[in-house]
């Protein structure tokens, strides 16, 4: 089975662009995550849908962070405008939530963003 | 706050030898403790985890210590070889909505060949 997939694997652009960034959860997961990871402040939790619906936005840094999930095979996150203090490596990923299942989150291979 | 600290931040250890990372958190809702594997150009992947009603967890030469008394818990990497050699993060889960994770900030670990 495929695992997460993300798009792209790297992204370099430039101060005031949007960037897309894309997600495919494994087929079956009902739950997506995206995180942002960098050097300083580790990994942080972004955004998580569970069902297509977004929970929990809390961490999204500001209004230019926005994320969808038309369904169930994928989500985006998008910036716009994107600044350097942007670039970082930002992971999606998904699990199965059931009362009863495993916690267990499974991380795609990221994408890491460079904002010029 | 949702907290979890995580010590030391890098570790060095021969080929062989023991590793031993701790976490520490304040949330007592906290009901599930997994360790994160990361290697570079990768996304994290679960490589043990624990509940509270346990003390100790093993697989293989990896093993999970927990002390409830003390919001601690620690993953030991016994006999550790270079192939080890990564970012390991804890974390810790709430019962709830999606299971939310709140990660430690992270120990690189290297195994001396």
């Known amino acids: 089975d495929a695992g997460v997939i993300q798009s792209p694997r790297h992204e370099v652009t430039e101060m005031g662009q949007e960037v897309t960034l894309r997600c495919k959860p494994i087929?079956?997961?009902?739950?997506l995550f995206w995180y942002r990871q960098t050097m300083m402040r580790g990994l942080e939790l972004l955004i998580y849908?569970?069902?297509?619906?977004?929970?929990?936005d809390s961490g999204m840094p500001e209004d230019r962070f926005s994320a969808k999930m038309p369904n169930a095979s994928f989500s985006t996150l998008k910036i716009q405008p994107s600044e350097p203090r942007d670039s970082a490596v930002y992971f999606c990923?998904?699990?199965?939530?059931?009362?009863?299942?495993?916690?267990?989150?499974?991380f795609g291979p990221g994408t890491r963003l460079t904002v010029t | 706050q949702q907290q979890v600290k995580q010590s030391p931040q890098s570790l060095i250890v021969q080929k062989g030898g023991i590793s031993i990372i701790n976490c520490a958190y304040e949330?007592?809702?906290?009901?599930?403790f997994p360790w994160y594997q990361q290697f570079p150009g990768k996304g994290p992947a679960l490589l043990i985890a624990?509940?509270?009603?346990?003390s100790e967890k093993k697989e293989g030469r990896f093993t999970i210590s927990f002390n409830k008394s003390a919001k601690q818990f620690s993953l030991h990497i016994m006999d550790s070889q270079p192939g080890d050699s990564a970012t390991y993060f804890c974390?810790?889960?709430?019962?709830?909505?999606?299971?939310?994770?709140?990660f430690g900030s992270g120990t690189q670990l290297t195994v001396l060949p």
């Open positions: 974390a810790a889960s709430i019962s709830g909505s999606a299971r939310q994770l709140t």
């Open positions: 949330n007592t809702a906290f009901d599930y």
């Open positions: 624990i509940r509270p009603d346990v």
């Open positions: 087929s079956g997961h009902n739950s």
């Open positions: 849908f569970n069902n297509n619906v977004p929970i929990d």
């Open positions: 990923a998904s699990s199965l939530f059931h009362q009863l299942s495993s916690y267990e989150q499974y």
